[in-house]
């Protein structure tokens, strides 16, 4: 199989999607000319032209409300909102457009739109408006789903799948694992939305982690072997989450942590330690341990940023702390 | 601009001064992002000083303004002291916001500084807020807010605009179009030319401004904040400028040629007002080489300063998210 970034995997689905379906178009500020801030777009202006490769001026409300109107009528647009900060000036789009038509339109409509969006920014230093993991926010709108770009593979074939998707999807890329390289098949495929995987096999101990803190899992998964058997999942998507599998894990290692760089109030995390409490009850040996950024906005200063966003110490710790019996 | 000479010479040679302070830091920070000294990204104002100083200089103190992700040079002119800007830009616990901000969110609200800001189009609104509450507290202070040509296509700019004039608060919009919304040239992003259709939509007294002559800035800044200071409402100026480098630090600026920033630099704010008070005798050869020596001994010593400043600690963090008391 041979190796790409995730960058590249991300390119190469949109390429395809725009090849495979003449409805689809990318929609987005600086994603044609420019090839879009971080790159993933360069190329696509020269094989579809300016009518399926479009730039906006600074108007996340009508990149992303054309969208929602646009997939009402036919077209597959695939937006792009530079930070998932952003999508703030766009949510309303989302919650109150986009998410509601089928369901108050009888059920009748169907709205086929993705919209790409990077988080994960502490890394980067950004600060505060450039920094904030926000996939909570969109799993709190019913009608919408929300997909996580956690591994090159997952990124190539999710991001196909959410394009094919005839809902309104949310996909979040990591600032931090665009560069990551990974093999994918040569062939073309996709990933089905709303099935986890299981990343790594283990007895003693569940982690459940998302996009970078995933890659922490699973090098501390490697330095504990021998000491704590720890299995890793990866959810893949948030909504739908697949509930079963996350479960059927918990049974079997009796004690969970859930790691995600949003915050934990309120946050996926937290959601999903819900759900495991509620589904694996009588097999879990501890509650299940929560990850992720305290009530805080992300700080700008390299070690405050580093305080606060969680790492592979910080999954390291919440299993140690778990109780053994 | 001769009238200007003869008016107000002084007012000019502290204009003068400034831009090229601010230019020193702008520089300073170019050459410290490079050398990997910086966290983060920044987005430098060189080429713009005559605006946020022209504009500035027409207020006060107690007034406040809002301004962008490119806005250092709006901080200076408005009196921020560079030595807690650079340390906030290294992330140091003696900058502004005790690194909590870096170069995108710079705000000292005392002294009328309302936040550089990361979200384009934010400014504006927040600046009917400050109208609001100046109206509230009867004072007559004013507000002006620096917006990008690319911010115009915010709806919450326009929303700003539409506000600020029902309510005829005291608010300047000062729209500075250096031609680029990051990579994309004003003419793509914008079904209109120039801008002073959108003031006029809104119903407010609209001027374009030559944003390369600080001259012409702080006179129209001046009259706009005296109909704000006289309960007459809001106005827009939309000044033309250029931004020497890039979108940020980095940007390699494929979308333009070296042609056309040549032929703004041609025209470079602190060149021209240079040769101007030279021509007219407001300043020797001597006083401007001791701006330019007081401007980079002044920015040496606030890198000094930032480099010496510790860390902000840890726990840090987790402080100031609340106010302590309920
Ligand atoms: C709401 C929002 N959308 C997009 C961005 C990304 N972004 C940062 S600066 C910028 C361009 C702003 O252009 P303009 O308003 O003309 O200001 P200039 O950079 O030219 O000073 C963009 C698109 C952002 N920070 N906030």
Redesign the interface.
């Known amino acids: 199989m041979p190796e790409r970034s995730m960058r590249d995997a991300i390119t190469e689905a949109l390429d395809e999607e725009l090849e495979r379906d003449s409805s689809t178009y990318l929609i987005g ?2 994603v044609a ?2 090839g879009g ?1 971080f790159g993933l777009t360069r190329g696509l202006l020269d094989s579809y032209g300016p009518e399926r490769v479009i ?8 990149i992303v409300g054309s969208s929602a109107g646009a997939a009402l009528t036919g077209s597959r647009p695939i937006a792009e909102i530079m930070y998932a ?2 999508m ?2 766009a949510a309303d789009q989302v919650m109150n457009q986009a998410g509601l038509f089928k369901y108050m339109f009888g059920g009748d409509a169907s709205v086929p739109m993705t919209i790409r969006t990077v988080n994960g920014g502490a890394g ?7 920094s904030k993991s926000l996939h909570g926010l969109f799993m709190h709108m019913a009608g919408v789903r929300v997909v996580l770009a956690s591994t090159v593979y997952d990124a190539k074939g999710l991001l196909k799948s959410a394009i094919r998707c005839d809902d309104p999807v949310v996909f979040f890329e990591h600032m931090g694992l665009y560069n990551r390289k990974g093999e994918i098949p040569a062939e073309s495929y996709t990933l089905p939305l709303g099935e986890a995987a299981v990343e790594r096999e283990g007895d003693d101990v569940t982690v459940v982690a998302t996009q970078q803190l995933l890659h922490d899992a699973l090098n501390v998964a490697e330095t504990l072997s021998g000491d704590i058997s720890v299995e890793v999942i990866n959810p893949r998507t948030l909504a739908p989450l697949d509930r079963e599998t996350l479960a059927e894990s918990a049974k079997k290692t009796g004690r969970v942590v859930v790691a995600d760089e949003s915050l934990i109030r309120n946050g996926p995390a937290s959601y999903i330690a819900g759900r495991i409490e509620e589904d694996a009850f009588y097999h879990l040996e501890a509650p299940v341990s929560v990850v992720g950024v ?4 992300i ?10 966003v969680p790492d592979a110490e910080a999954i390291e710790n919440a299993i140690t702390a778990l109780p053994r019996l | 601009m001769p009238e200007a000479v003869e008016e107000y010479p002084e007012l000019l040679a502290e204009q003068l001064k400034e831009m090229i302070l601010i230019r020193e830091f702008e520089t300073q920070v170019s050459s410290l992002f490079e050398a990997n000294e910086l ?3 920044v987005h430098l104002y060189i080429g713009q000083e005559a605006v946020g100083v022209g504009a500035c200089s027409a207020i006060d103190d107690e007034d406040y303004i809002t301004s962008t992700h490119r806005g250092h040079g709006h901080a200076i002119a408005k009196g921020l002291d560079p030595d807690r800007m650079m340390a ?1 830009l290294f ?2 616990e003696t ?1 502004y ?6 170069s ?2 710079i705000a000292d609200v005392d002294k009328g500084m309302l936040g550089a ?5 934010a400014g504006p609104t927040l600046a009917v807020g400050a109208g609001l509450s100046i109206r509230q507290r009867q004072s007559d202070a004013v507000c002006l807010s620096f917006f990008g040509e ?2 115009m ?4 700019v326009h929303e700003a605009m539409n506000l600020a004039g029902v309510l005829d608060l005291p608010v300047v919009f000062i729209c500075e179009n250096n031609q680029y ?4 040239p004003a003419a ?3 079904h209109v030319d120039g801008f002073a259709t959108r003031g006029e939509t809104y119903g407010m007294p609209t001027e374009m401004v030559d944003g390369m002559v600080v001259q012409d800035v702080y006179e129209a800044t001046a009259e706009a904040v005296e109909r704000a200071r006289s309960g007459d409402g809001p106005s827009l100026l939309v000044c033309e400028t250029y931004r020497y480098h890039g979108h940020y630090e980095g940007d390699p600026t494929r ?1 333009r040629t070296d042609e056309e920033l040549e032929q703004w630099q041609a025209r470079d704010p602190i060149e021209s007002l240079e040769t101007t008070l030279l021509d007219a005798g407001t300043v020797d050869e001597d006083n401007v080489e001791a701006m330019r020596e007081g401007a980079t001994d002044r920015i040496d010593e606030a890198v000094e300063f930032a480099r010496e400043s510790t ?2 600690a ?5 402080e100031g ?1 609340y106010t302590e008391e309920l």
Do not use: W
């Open positions: 500020e600086d000319d420019a801030s730039d906006t001026p600074i108007s996340e409300a009508a900060d952003f703030g000036l980067f230093n950004a600060a505060a408006q450039h305290d009530d805080t906005p700080p700008f200063s390299p070690p405050l940023a580093d305080a606060v | 966290p983060g990204f906030e992330g140091k900058g916001c005790g690194g909590k901000s870096g995108m969110h800001n990361g979200i384009v189009g690319g911010a296509a915010e709806g919450s919304g990051e990579m994309t793509n992003q914008h979308y860390f902000p840890e726990e840090t963090a987790f998210v």
